[in-house]
């Protein structure tokens, strides 16, 4: 009987010793950088572009289709699947953790923000003003409303 009582006793303390300790060491778990998010695959759920030229506004959206992606590899690659075509990977950078850079060669980038991140939820936002031509006919102006094109793209776990 005095044995079992031993017995319960150590596992009990056992049991208390495990239950007091967390990851950390100091009672706080360590809060994951936007590096550390984005790392892994990410299913493409939609993309949207939206144009404004001349201050009409024409919308495209796009379900992603079974078996696209983007895969975000430790090693600042990522690797895209879309839809009838092989993976293709390019560098990326990210900025402030509210930025990611696609570099596809030294002066091709696309630069998005980071709209959400969270475990299962990744919205990319890109927005640029189209430069209008500058018109050839003297006395015509080419000042109005900007032109603007927007991506967002929607990607889950």
Request: glycine share 8%; with cysteine; proline share 3%.
């Amino acid at each position: 009987m005095k044995n079992n009582t031993k017995l319960m006793l150590i596992c009990l303390m056992a049991v208390l010793g495990f239950a007091s300790c967390k990851k950390g060491g100091d009672g706080e778990e360590k809060k994951k950088t936007t590096a550390e998010k984005i790392q892994g695959k990410w299913n493409l759920t939609l993309r949207e572009d939206i144009e404004t030229i001349n201050g009409i506004i024409e919308k495209d959206s796009e379900a992603g289709k079974p078996g696209e992606y983007l895969d975000f590899r430790t090693s600042n690659m990522v690797y895209l699947k879309e839809s009838g075509s092989a993976e293709e990977g390019t560098n990326y950078t990210i900025d402030n953790d509210k930025q990611l850079t696609f570099i596809f060669g030294a002066n091709d980038k696309e630069i998005y923000a980071i709209d959400v991140l969270t475990d299962n939820k990744l919205v990319l936002h890109s927005k640029e003003v189209i430069v209008p031509v500058k018109s050839s006919i003297p006395g015509t102006s080419d000042t109005g409303p900007k032109n603007t094109r927007e991506t967002i793209i929607t990607l889950t776990r």
